[in-house]
């Protein structure tokens, strides 16, 4: 059974900062791309930032220079450093991982749980 863990979630001031981890555990043939996407009260889940195995990124525009994903292929872990945290970056953040199944000749997209993180002004 595949499963990704988050961690690193919580509340924080505005302008401080947070780090998200999220590993991928289980019987799975490969990774491609993982990523971390965001979803606030009564808002539509959107992109935060994804990384590729080697390590090409994509950020979304509002986080652009306070955000930056990385990744550690050896441990099928992603990161995300937050900081210059404002409050409406508070949402819920889930992570995201591209897998090749044994079972599949196609890779799916997996999520994690979602962790909390909350900004106060």
């Known amino acids: 059974q595949v499963q990704l863990v988050e961690s690193g979630g919580g509340l924080v001031q505005a302008g401080g900062s947070l780090r998200l981890s999220c590993a991928a555990s289980?019987?799975?043939?490969?990774?491609?791309?993982m990523g971390w996407y965001r979803q606030a009260p009564g808002k539509q889940r959107e992109l935060v930032a994804t990384?590729?195995?080697?390590?090409?990124?994509n950020y979304e525009d509002s986080v652009k220079g306070r955000f930056t994903i990385s990744r550690d292929n050896a441990k099928n872990a992603i990161y995300l450093q937050m900081n210059s945290l404002k409050p409406e970056d508070t949402a819920v953040y889930y992570c995201?991982?591209?897998?090749?199944?044994?079972?599949?000749?196609?890779?799916?997209?997996?999520w994690g749980q979602g962790t909390q993180v909350t900004v106060s002004s």
């Open positions: 990384i590729t195995p080697g390590s090409r990124t």
């Open positions: 995201n991982a591209r897998l090749l199944m044994y079972s599949s000749p196609n890779y799916n997209d997996y």
């Open positions: 289980g019987s799975f043939a490969g990774i491609s791309s």
